[in-house]
C-alpha cells in the first residue's frame, strides 16, 4: 500500500518540533506525494482531517518523558479509519520514556495504526544550555530516513496490519511528572499587551484581556508564550534556581544521544 497524501499534526513550543516535522514533510514531498504540516498547538485550534488514503504523522516534544497533555488533547480530536501513523518525538538529549507509549494509546483510540517511530534530539527549551545546536545535520538525516523507510515499509504491504508496531517503547503506568517549578511571567513594563501570548497558549493559561496575569497552575511550560512574544516581555520564574538546575542538567547531559527510528 502507498500513501496518496501525508498528513502531520504536530504541537511545538519552542519551535523545534515544528522544524522536524517540516523536514519530514518535505521528503515525504520528495518522493512524490502530496504532504503538509498543522500546528496544532494552540488551544483550540483545527485539527486536520484525515484522508482514507493519508499517511499520518503525530510529533510532539517529549516534556518529562510524557507527551503534553494539550497535545493528546488535540490528537484525540483527530479521526482515522485504519490510518497508518508514524509517530515523532522531539527530545533534549535525555530519553523519551513513556511519551512513544501515552502518544500511540491515545491515537490508536481514535482509528491510527502506528507503523513507525521517530526520536529526534532537539535543542533543550527549557534546560538552555542541553543539545545546543540540534537538530543537527545528523539529526535532520535521521528525520529524511525515518520518511524513506517509512514509505519503503508501507510499500512492501497489502495492509496496513501488516505494518503495524505492536511493540510500542514505555511502561504502563506512564512515568509520573507533575511538570517543573518554573513558570512563564510577563514583565508589565515591557508588555504591549498585544495579546499574542494569550492566543498562542496551549494550555489556556493567559488572560487575553490582561496578558501579564499568567494561570501557573494551567502553565504547563513550554515556553510557547516567550517564543511568540514580539516584545520579548515574557520570561521564567526561577532566579538561582533555575540558573543551578540548568548548569546541573547540562553537565549531566552533556555526552550526545543519536536520534534513532523504530519500524
Known amino acids: 500500500m502507498t500513501p496518496t497524501s501525508c498528513t502531520a499534526a504536530y504541537f511545538t513550543g519552542a519551535g523545534t518540533t515544528r522544524a522536524i516535522t517540516e523536514r519530514f514533510v518535505a521528503a515525504i514531498e520528495a518522493a512524490g506525494i502530496p504532504a503538509r504540516a498543522v500546528d496544532v498547538t ?27 497533555a494539550p497535545a493528546l488533547a488535540q490528537f484525540a ?13 522531539t527530545f533534549g538529549n535525555r530519553a523519551v520514556d513513556d511519551t512513544f507509549l501515552e502518544l500511540a494509546d491515545t491515537v490508536r483510540a481514535h482509528g491510527f495504526i502506528p507503523v513507525a517511530l521517530g526520536a529526534i534530539v532537539a535543542h533543550h527549551s527549557l534546560m538552555i544550555d542541553v543539545a545546543q545546536g540540534r537538530p543537527d545535520a545528523a539529526d535532520l ?27 510500542i517503547p514505555g511502561n504502563h503506568p506512564y512515568r509520573d511528572f507533575h511538570g517543573v517549578p518554573f513558570r512563564a511571567q510577563a514583565d508589565p513594563a515591557r508588555c504591549t499587551g498585544c495579546g499574542a501570548c494569550a492566543r498562542q497558549c496551549p494550555a489556556a493559561a493567559i488572560d ?14 513550554c515556553m510557547r508564550c516567550i517564543n511568540v512574544c514580539p516584545a520579548r516581555a515574557r520570561s521564567l520564574t526561577g532566579g538561582d534556581a533555575l ?15 543519536e536520534s534513532y527510528t523504530v519500524l
Open 77 to 89: 480530536r483527530c479521526e482515522g479509519h485504519d490510518t497508518p501513523a508514524v509517530l515523532i518525538v
Open 208 to 221: 487575553p484581556a490582561n496578558p501579564t496575569a499568567t494561570d501557573a497552575d494551567a502553565c504547563i511550560t
Open 42 to 68: 494552540r488551544a483550540g485550534s483545527d485539527v486536520p482531517a484525515f484522508g482514507p488514503d493519508d499517511l499520518a504523522v503525530f510529533a510532539v516534544p517529549s516534556y518529562g518523558g510524557r507527551a503534553p
Open 243 to 257: 540558573v543551578a538546575q540548568r548548569a546541573a542538567f547540562a553537565e549531566r547531559l552533556a555526552p550526545r544521544v
Open 141 to 167: 538525516a535521521a528525520t529524511d530516513e525515518l520518511a524513506r523507510k517509512v514509505l519503503s515499509k508501507l510499500a512492501a504491504v497489502a495492509n496496513v496490519r501488516d505494518a503495524e508496531l505492536t511493540d
